[in-house]
């Protein structure tokens, strides 16, 4: 589907398929990954032939995004064995709520360690829209990190824009922190935080340790979220200083909703760019 594309462009593999290393490792040796609802057309004609193309591009990790959790778990082990062909990993997956749900937590949690996952993340707050309801999704992350702990597993939340614009007074991303354990990772999502004018460089620093993963999304006045990794507004070289100083990164994940490119040829261009950002 895209070997002519990929064959033209001398991207070097780089092998990855260690387990993750403590946060403190040097920031070279961070795996870079890609969130795969940016080849989402590609992925759902073709999933194993994606998998394989985008790790023949040289990405260290995917993350599986909700579609995934309608699988079966010989299906999920299927995927884990060509990721472990391939030497790539997959740390983390993206959710909907209904993954947190008492009834389909279990099925969560039996995907994910067929994948190898590390990191469930749920992607969305659901119904949520002001402060309560935001401490109840921060209740529901609570109960899971306690359900997840025995299978080695543990709840992420992911950001949109939503979560940086103040409720009341206070902005609801705060009260998912303040209201969630340590075991539940907070994934910045780093695009819509800076299109909600917020500083994703102070966030890290402010929550030493939570941000363990980042989905490399840019923005731009102009282009939105149609400009590639490196095109945008966002501070990257500050952000991942304060990153692997402070904020405990294992992976990076780089996210691109559509740009004037193919998106396998996206997924390329914004993998040289982080590589060219992050030396």
Same mark, same amino acid.
């Given at each position: 589907?895209?070997?002519?594309?990929?064959?033209?462009?001398?991207?070097?593999?780089?092998?990855?398929?260690?387990?993750?290393?403590?946060?403190?490792?040097?920031?070279?040796?961070?795996?870079?990954?890609?969130?795969?609802?940016?080849?989402?057309?590609?992925?759902?004609?073709?999933?194993?032939?994606?998998?394989?193309?985008?790790?023949?591009?040289?990405?260290?990790?995917?993350?599986?995004?909700?579609?995934?959790?309608?699988?079966?778990?010989?299906?999920?082990?299927?995927?884990?064995?060509?990721?472990?062909?391939?030497?790539?990993?997959?740390?983390?997956? *993206? =959710?909907?709520?209904?993954?947190?749900? %008492?009834?389909?937590?279990? #099925?969560? @949690?039996?995907?994910?360690? +067929?994948?190898? /996952?590390?990191?469930?993340?749920?992607?969305?707050?659901?119904?949520?829209?002001?402060?309560?309801?935001?401490?109840?999704?921060?209740?529901?992350?609570?109960?899971?990190?306690?359900?997840?702990?025995?299978?080695?597993?543990?709840?992420?939340? *992911? =950001?949109?824009?939503?979560?940086?614009? %103040?409720?009341?007074?206070? #902005?609801? @991303?705060?009260?998912?922190? +303040?209201?969630? /354990?340590?075991?539940?990772?907070?994934?910045?999502?780093?695009?819509?935080?800076?299109?909600?004018?917020?500083?994703?460089?102070?966030?890290?620093?402010?929550?030493?340790?939570?941000?363990?993963?980042?989905?490399?999304?840019?923005?731009?006045?102009?282009?939105?979220?149609?400009?590639?990794?490196?095109?945008?507004?966002?501070?990257?070289?500050?952000?991942?200083? +304060?990153?692997?100083?402070?904020?405990?990164?294992?992976?990076?994940?780089?996210?691109?909703?559509?740009?004037?490119?193919?998106?396998?040829?996206?997924?390329?261009?914004?993998?040289?760019?982080?590589?060219?950002?992050?030396?």
């Amino acid at each position: 589907m895209t070997r002519d594309l990929l064959s033209r462009r001398g991207f070097l593999a780089v092998t990855a398929g260690c387990a993750l290393a403590p946060a403190a490792r040097a920031g070279k040796d961070i795996p870079v990954g890609l969130e795969l609802y940016s080849v989402r057309d590609d992925l759902n004609k073709d999933l194993m032939g994606t998998v394989r193309a985008v790790a023949k591009m040289g990405y260290q990790c995917v993350e599986f995004y909700s579609p995934y959790f309608d699988w079966k778990p010989d299906y999920a082990r299927q995927v884990r064995s060509l990721l472990d062909d391939l030497g790539i990993r997959c740390y983390s997956t *993206h =959710n909907d709520t209904k993954a947190f749900t %008492a009834a389909n937590l279990p #099925r969560a @949690i039996d995907l994910n360690h +067929a994948l190898g /996952s590390k990191y469930v993340v749920m992607a969305h707050p659901g119904g949520a829209h002001d402060l309560d309801g935001y401490k109840k999704v921060a209740d529901t992350l609570n109960q899971a990190a306690e359900t997840m702990k025995p299978a080695g597993l543990q709840p992420g939340y *992911h =950001n949109h824009d939503a979560e940086w614009k %103040a409720v009341d007074g206070k #902005r609801p @991303i705060e009260v998912l922190a +303040a209201d969630t /354990s340590h075991e539940v990772m907070l994934q910045l999502d780093v695009g819509t935080c800076v299109a909600a004018g917020a500083d994703p460089v102070a966030w890290v620093n402010q929550n030493p340790g939570r941000i363990r993963s980042m989905h490399c999304k840019d923005w731009s006045p102009s282009g939105s979220y149609k400009v590639l990794f490196g095109d945008g507004a966002a501070p990257w070289k500050k952000l991942f200083e +304060a990153a692997e100083k402070t904020g405990g990164i294992e992976f990076y994940l780089i996210e691109q909703e559509g740009s004037d490119y193919p998106a396998m040829e996206t997924a390329q261009r914004c993998l040289a760019n982080f590589r060219k950002l992050h030396e």
